[in-house]
């Protein structure tokens, strides 16, 4: 019987684990949940798989080698102890359960009836500082997507968590690419049709992401988004996707085969939206990196699911994890830090600082007041001062993943900054004490 723990990594193929490391200050998230989840995992592409034909493929904290030979794949956890694995959809998967090589589950079905197209997988895509789970609760998260996603209209219902999988139902509303960091996909999806789909989700546990769509402005299509953690705290992402094969007509298709032979319009597009998809996950992943995680976040009532999802992602950690100890310095402990000068600081949008091991914004308010307060929203630990945060608008401090807005006493007035007497109760923002000495700033932490 193979040991219920799987073999010790040695540390040498653990490549770029700070090649894009959190800012200064950020609290990164691989010290307080694992990366060693028992679940399935997406491996390698087929087409990828043959046209490297890499000797090791990084795995967990360590690695799998994969051989191929009549047809079928062997995957070896670290050159000697043999995985399953299946080929499905032209991606080989691996999947075990609390035992390295004895699964105790079955592989699930993916699609009930998978389309006759081919299946295009996109270009992998390494996701620095981020946790397999930060995909599963971003997808059940509604708040974000018109803040982050800038999508003009999200419903997510019918979540339904059991001990293997998450369903759940989504209607949006949205401009392809009105989020991209890249300027010429935002003006691009300034003249692309609007899109009002319904998606269908599956997570068959926390590394495969099923998703059915159907609806106006787009094709119905398959879409398996797979996650792969990489060392203690990045994530390698890949998306496969086949359309419909009513998408084109066949005269299109036998036109377009006369310029590309042996190719399919299908093809191109799949290619396309999969790539879209990943860039989605880009604005995603700033807030990510920023992020100090919470394993008791503040949600408010109508985020009760969440509470369900962020505990299913726990059954799959190893059984002996216990969160860290947060430690906590005591008043007698604390001291007196120079901040930085008055002039220094702005009223536009709050400066960052990482004073005795404390992340902290400040800026000056509307009646001129310095107000220093923790960077860290209470919400859902977002950074409130990093690139993409830290904006005042009419006078509070914006919250860039969900748009919750501090006054300058710390309340949250919710996603409305107009909302002057009503408060989310339990959201209050930490202050930091503070003094002025001349023009200078002291904080006590």
């Known amino acids: 019987m193979p040991s219920a723990s799987l073999p010790a990594y040695r540390g040498e193929f653990d490549q770029d684990t700070d090649a894009t490391s959190a800012p200064h200050g950020v609290v990164a998230q691989a010290s307080s949940r694992p990366q ?13 798989f043959e046209r490297t034909r890499p000797a090791r493929v990084l795995f967990l904290d360590s690695f799998v080698t994969v051989s191929a030979g009549d047809g079928a794949y062997r995957v070896l956890f670290e050159g000697r102890d043999e995985m399953t694995a299946v080929v499905h959809i032209g991606v080989i998967f691996v999947w075990y359960g609390e035992h390295l090589l004895a699964p105790d589950r079955p592989f699930p079905t993916l699609f009930e009836t998978t389309y006759p197209t081919r299946y295009i997988t996109s270009k992998p895509t390494i996701f620095h500082d981020t946790h397999v789970m930060d995909f599963v609760e971003n997808g059940s ?9 800038l999508w003009k209209h999200s ?4 979540h339904v968590v059991t001990a293997d999988r998450i369903t759940l139902k989504q209607d949006t509303r949205f401009n392809y690419g009105a989020c991209s960091m890249n300027p010429l996909i935002r003006l691009l999806s300034r003249v692309i049709p609007e899109l009002e789909l319904t998606h269908d989700y599956v997570y068959h546990g926390p590394c495969l992401a099923v998703v059915n769509a159907t609806g106006r402005g787009a094709p119905p299509f398959h879409a398996l988004v797979s996650l792969t953690p ?12 086949a359309l419909s094969p009513e998408t084109f007509p066949a005269w299109m298709e036998r036109a377009y085969q006369r310029f590309v032979p042996d190719a399919h319009l299908c093809d191109l597009l799949c290619g396309l939206m999969a790539n879209y998809i990943k860039n989605e996950f880009d604005v995603d992943a700033v807030i990510w990196k920023n992020r100090k995680w919470l394993p008791e976040p503040r949600l408010i009532a109508s985020e009760r699911h969440l509470y369900d999802v962020i505990r299913w992602g726990e059954t799959f950690y190893p059984r002996d994890f216990r969160y860290p100890e947060v430690p906590v310095r005591a008043e007698a402990d604390k001291r007196w830090h120079f901040l930085d000068q008055r002039r220094a600081l702005r009223r536009d949008r709050a ?3 990482t004073i005795a091991g404390v992340d902290i914004v400040a800026y000056i308010d509307a009646e001129g007041r310095v107000r220093v307060f923790s960077a860290y929203c209470p919400h859902q630990g977002a950074h409130l001062g990093h690139d993409a945060g830290g904006r005042i608008v009419n006078g509070c401090l914006r919250c860039p993943f969900h748009g919750f807005h501090f ?8 996603q409305n ?25 002291e904080v006590l932490v």
């Open 407 to 414: 006054n300058s006493d710390g309340r949250c007035l919710g």
């Open 230 to 241: 990489e060392g203690s705290n990045r994530t390698r992402v890949y998306v496969t996707m």
């Open 36 to 48: 060693r989840l028992h679940t399935w995992f997406n491996l390698i592409p087929v087409d990828e």
């Open 141 to 149: 998260d509604n708040l974000h997507f018109k803040i982050v996603h």
């Open 155 to 158: 419903r997510l219902y019918d």
């Open 417 to 441: 900054p107009e909302n002057r007497d009503r408060f989310l109760p339990g959201l209050d923002l930490p202050e930091i004490a503070h003094r002025l000495l001349d023009d200078g700033i």
């Open 351 to 353: 400066t960052t600082y």
